[in-house]
T-cell receptor, first 110, second 114 residues
Framework: KNQVEQSPQSLIILEGKNCTLQ??????????LRWYKQDTGRGPVSLTI?????NTKSNGRYTATLDADTKQSSLHITASQLSDSASYIC?????????FGAGTILRVKS | NAGVTQTPKFRILKIGQSMTLQCTQD?????MYWYRQDPGMGLKLIYY???????DKGEVPNGYNVSRSTTEDFPLRLELAAPSQTSVYFC?????????????FGDGTRLSIL
């Protein structure tokens, strides 16, 4: 079964600290992997998209990594800010279909 | 830049009522999608469209209908609302498929069926 699992479910960190969110998938055949940020009460916004041949991609303080062999991805947030408080969703595409993870809820405290 | 606009933002329906969730995009995207997001779950695809006049079922289409008469608009119709349809509904659009195009989402319609 095609699944995307994210961990942890939720995370609280202090402002200025780094954190890493995990995504494991069983989707096959794999096309690309996406990370989205969803603020409370808003729609998801794309952060990164990585194809099979890419193993890292950055967007400002966000860096995504992909290990297609182990079917794992991570999203690293550097020097967190209060505005990083959101849900982070991992999405894997196969064919023309997308499988969404349930998301990791991140709260950044001052 | 408006992007993807959804209306209404909130709605409460009684069981058995019907309604249409509106979605419009101004980016001239061919692909449009309707998802529902339930607490603690990943988004589920309801219906999608690859262009005006063409629609197809997603993962959870039962109880819903769509139409796509123009490139810009993709309304979602709920007939005979049921409590199981209480959810947050998101509309999204993307350019022609390929080259890993990101989807652009609206801000959702929060629907409660009582």
């Amino acid at each position: 079964k095609n699944q995307v699992e994210q961990s942890p479910q939720s995370l609280i960190i202090l402002e200025g600290k780094n954190c890493t969110l995990q995504c494991n998938y069983t989707v096959s055949p794999f096309s690309n992997l996406r990370w989205y940020k969803q603020d409370t009460g808003r729609g998801p916004v794309s952060l990164t998209i990585m194809t099979f041949s890419e193993n890292t991609k950055s967007n400002g303080r966000y860096t995504a990594t992909l290990d297609a062999d182990t079917k794992q991805s991570s999203l690293h947030i550097t020097a967190s800010q209060l505005s990083d408080s959101a849900s982070y969703i991992c999405v894997v595409e196969y064919g023309n279909k997308l499988v969404f993870g349930a998301g990791t809820i991140l709260r950044v405290k001052s | 830049n408006a992007g993807v606009t959804q209306t209404p933002k909130f709605r409460i329906l009684k069981i058995g009522q019907s309604m249409t969730l509106q979605c419009t995009q101004d980016m001239n995207h061919n692909y449009m999608y309707w998802y529902r997001q339930d607490p603690g779950m990943g988004l589920k695809l309801i219906y999608y469209s690859v262009g005006a006049g063409i629609t197809d079922k997603g993962e959870v289409p039962n109880g819903y209908n769509v139409s796509r008469s123009t490139t810009e608009d993709f309304p979602l119709r709920l007939e005979l609302a049921a409590p199981s349809q209480t959810s947050v509904y998101f509309c999204a659009s993307s350019p022609l498929q390929g080259a890993a195009q990101p989807q652009h989402f609206g801000d959702g319609t929060r629907l409660s069926i009582l």
